[in-house]
């Protein structure tokens, strides 16, 4: 009985160990909920009393351990000593602390969350792990479902942000907005200028003091009714020298002006008051100088005379036969509540598609067009802190509209809204951020509006967001939902069409190539490339590359020749330019720095761009000179040039502005950006790449010094990242030397320089910065760390004399303190180890891993070469870390296949 007893002590004590273990698994691993965390506590924390309770009548387990491994080894039994006070008393300690530890880690869960904990935060309700624990025991023996957890996306607060608002305003406060907004000298005040009595409005006007009166009505009042109106306003005079103004406001009828008790009434109805509310004189204009007057970077072409329209695909891949402008006016003359999303990868002609639909409704007709597009671009907008009006405002500034009337408008259905680049918004760093801007812009889906969002699909984390964040659906028969619908690229017939511009002998070429190589095809199939190529097509400097060209080696010649283009010019005339080809690079390599760094969308306001020019002059390498710089002063560097200038930096400032690649950016007032986000993509892809290269090192150290950037940010940029893997590419040695151009990107990524010397540390750096990404692992350790107390006790006393004085126990319990504390701690570092970067996605080192593990799959090296070099185990780990931190789009093209599920 005795050693039954025993045995039983025995098996309690490992449950114990066991549990304890699990439960700070659980914490840790950040996968299960506070019920799940509470079931295995509470199993927990009655092995830890069985413990105690052994520990105070019986023995304490070091004990009972000693006096069980004779009969496992068959050695000559040993006396059970009964347990000292001190023994007692460190158990009991033991067990409190372990009791109080699951007890803070109950009360201090924070993620993940099942909906019922959820409930109970919003509901205020309080409770322990014994009470939880209990609870999910009865769930279980009950075969009840478990609580699911609570996604900040998918929860039932946020299934779709498309909440559509209503207008349930009465007819005499709608007609009184619209008469102000008509007649804007007239003022009456909403709170005290209704006249119940004799239904009406008593206001003023502004600039000569007449009275104004407006009486508001669904139906035609008759004659009595008009004279007692009349008679009610006259009675109200207090000066026979005023004028009387009278209104009679209908929702339905015709306009006109009737004469009652010799006062002439002037009748408006909804559609007289809705006409020619807002003058779009300002704005067709706009459009018209953006599509059939400004010219496209490097050309004197237009939009006009290159664009082609792109046929369409919709969600299932299916061809719907039409062109985007014909899909979207057939959409324009429905009268449901069905909205548009147009989704396109880069350079597909999403926003030239908008912008040419626009102009054609507004300058292709006789009139202005009874459904007015506002093309509104989302660049460097943030939606979420803005009311609908306000965002109104900021488009409407520009054109002098007031933005209460085109609201006005929107309800009434007299205007559609085309939201373009919903990509480039500001502040999309989480899901919950894009969904609360997603959730603001369908404030302006009314009953009878129209609303249609141009973006890139890869904004959004998973197709799960993207329908949350676009309503994507079904028609229900009540209420608004989208569909979304998508660009093809062009056909070769298409290409023909866009190439109407080229010289014919370009064109041939062009298309002949497309038709023989697939990876040509590839790139001309999109609009904004095929400009570009055949811009280019005739220059010695891209004949070498025509037949090997790829996306990256098109954006860099046409650069370059934009660079060597505005150099050209200053050679005729020299005094209009300050700037070199390499200075005007390097500030334009700055510009883009900066914006990646403070992760920006393609848009530089004034004040943002002038801060950025001025730090970048400051670092700028006296030995950049070269280039192609001005004869009469190419042994001078730019601050020697301008040593003499008080207005030197102003002069840099215009220079950049006005001969370097920015344009005007129409969304946004005193903004600039690149002409096309591609622009951007490239050239901080590249920069990237000289910076890994280590190819002019001054120069990138300044560019780095003055804009605070790290390489590592291109990440959070998925066509740069295609542009860099490009780029390195290039040079990337035969398969046969696969190998050695994966240590040397880890050795220019990740490794230290300090440590490069030291080369044959380079696998076990990279392993013990990236195993603990794995649960075994993280188990192996939480099993080690675990087991060094156990053996250092075991070592200094259980195989020692049993019978010990009191203060050597008490010693050895300090030591076995000591080390579980240490265990602990250890235990708790894994958890910023493995998870903050996942929160924050800043961890500097995460983040040079996953760019070293998705650039180097990016140039096509497999999976087999990198375990060649650095180990399966270590390759899986890595994976983990870039499915992390990297984007989408890179996921799925590159980490294993289990890895991207998961992301």
């Known amino acids: ?375 509104i671009e989302l660049r460097g907008k943030s939606p979420a802190t803005l009311q609908p009006v306000e965002l109104l405002g900021a488009w409407a500034s520009a054109y002098r509209i007031d933005p209460r009337a085109l609201l006005k408008l929107l309800i009434k259905g007299r205007v559609f809204i085309i939201f373009e680049g919903f990509d480039e918004m500001a502040g999309v760093g989480d899901a919950e951020a894009r969904f609360n801007h997603f959730r603001a812009l369908w404030k302006f889906c009314f009953p009878a509006a129209k609303i249609v969002f141009t973006g890139r699909p890869n904004f959004f984390l998973d197709d799960t967001e993207l329908r949350a964040a676009l309503g994507i659906g079904s028609p229900l028969g009540t209420g608004p939902y989208c569909e979304h619908v998508h660009l093809k690229p062009f056909s070769i017939d298409e290409i023909k069409h866009s190439l109407r511009w080229a010289p014919a002998s370009t064109k041939s070429d062009i298309l002949s190539l497309a038709e023989q190589d697939e990876k040509f095809l590839d790139i001309v199939s999109r609009p904004s490339l095929l400009y570009i190529i055949g811009r280019l097509w005739d220059l010695p400097d891209f004949a070498e590359i025509k037949h090997t060209v790829d996306a990256a080696q098109v954006m860099g010649a046409f650069v370059q020749h934009c660079y060597r283009r505005q150099t050209e010019k200053h050679r005729g005339y020299p005094q209009f330019m300050v700037l070199t080809e390499a200075e005007r690079k390097f500030f334009m390599d700055g510009l883009t720095a900066f914006m990646a760094s403070n992760r920006m969308p393609n848009q530089l306001t004034r004040s943002q761009f002038e801060q950025a020019i001025a730090d970048l002059y400051d670092v700028i390498p006296e030995s950049l000179h070269g280039g192609a710089a001005l004869p009469e002063v190419s042994q001078l560097n730019l601050k020697a040039r301008l040593a003499d200038r008080e207005d030197a930096l102003e002069i840099v400032k215009t220079d950049c502005r006005t001969y370097g690649l920015l344009v005007r950016d129409y969304s946004r007032p005193d903004a600039l950006r690149f002409p096309h986000k591609s622009f951007f993509e490239y050239i901080l892809g590249e920069f990237v790449a000289e910076c890994l290269l280590n190819r002019n090192e001054e120069y990138n150290a300044a560019i780095q010094a003055a804009t605070q950037f790290r390489v590592e940010s291109v990440i959070d940029v998925p066509e740069a990242l295609t542009f860099l893997g490009e780029i390195v590419s290039r040079g990337a040695p035969p398969d046969g030397q696969a190998r050695d151009m994966v240590h040397h990107l880890f050795d220019a990524i990740v490794f230290p320089p300090r440590l490069q010397p030291l080369w044959i540390f380079r696998r076990l750096y990279l392993s013990s910065v990236t195993w603990l990404m794995i649960r075994s692992v993280r188990l192996f350790f939480l099993f080690i760390l675990t087991l060094i107390p156990m053996l250092l006790m075991g070592r200094f006393f259980i195989f020692r004399d049993t019978a010990v004085s009191s203060n050597k126990v008490v010693m050895y319990w300090l030591l076995f303190m000591l080390m579980a504390s240490v265990m602990l701690m250890l235990l708790m570092a894994l958890r910023p180890a493995t998870h903050t970067m996942h929160a924050s996605r800043r961890g500097s080192r995460f983040r040079r891993i996953a760019l070293w593990y998705c650039l180097v799959r990016s140039m096509g090296i497999v999976n087999a070469t990198i375990e060649d070099a650095y180990g399966k185990l270590t390759v899986k780990a890595v994976a983990k870390v870039a499915a992390l931190v990297s984007s989408k789009e890179f996921s799925e093209r590159f980490m294993f296949p289990e890895e991207a599920t998961k992301k």
């Open 1 to 375: 009985m005795k050693l039954l007893t025993e045995i039983a002590l025995f098996i309690s004590f490992l449950c114990m160990l066991a549990l304890l273990a699990y439960v700070f698994y659980l914490k840790l691993c950040g996968r299960f909920s506070r019920e799940r965390y509470a079931f295995v506590a509470l199993g927990a924390t009655i092995s830890v009393a069985i413990m105690a309770v052994g520990a105070i009548f019986v023995a304490a387990p070091w004990h009972i351990i000693a006096s069980l491994l004779p009969h496992v080894f068959n050695a000559p039994p040993v006396r059970l000593p009964e347990s000292h006070w001190a023994e007692k008393v460190l158990v009991l300690g033991f067990a409190a602390f372990v009791i109080w530890i699951l007890h803070r880690n109950f009360a201090i869960w924070t993620e993940p969350k099942s909906s019922r904990h959820v409930r109970m935060l919003r509901l205020h309700e309080s409770t322990n792990y014994i009470s939880e624990g209990l609870a999910e025991v009865l769930r279980i023996l009950r075969r009840d479902a478990a609580a699911p957890l609570h996604s900040a996306v998918q929860s039932e607060h946020m299934g779709s942000a498309l909440e559509p608002p209503s207008d349930t305003r009465a007819w005499r406060d709608d007609a009184r907005e619209l008469l102000e907004l008509k007649c804007q000298q007239y003022s009456f005040d909403a709170t005290e200028g209704w006249h119940d009595k004799a239904g009406c409005w008593i206001g003023c006007d502004l600039k000569t003091g007449s009275t104004v009166a407006l009486r508001c009505s669904q139906e035609r009042p008759d004659e009595s009714q008009l004279g007692q109106y009349v008679e009610y306003v006259q009675a109200l005079q207090t000066r026979s020298t005023n004028n009387i103004e009278l209104f009679l406001a209908l929702r339905d009828g015709r306009a006109s002006t009737e004469s009652v008790a010799g006062q002439q009434i002037r009748v408006v109805t909804e559609e007289s008051l809705l006409n020619d509310l807002v003058d779009f004189t300002d704005y067709i204009m706009d459009i018209r100088k953006r599509v059939e007057r400004d010219s496209l970077p490097d050309s004197e072409l237009t939009i006009s005379d290159i664009y082609s329209p792109s046929f369409l695909t919709n969600e299932s891949g299916d061809d719907l036969g039409q062109t985007l402008e014909d899909y979207l006016l057939s959409w324009l003359a429905e009268t449901g509540q069905r909205q548009v999303a147009v989704l396109g990868e880069y350079g597909q002609g999403k926003s030239t598609g908008a912008l040419m639909f626009t102009h054609r409704l507004l300058t292709q007709l006789d009139r202005v067009p009874r459904k007015v597009p506002l093309f």
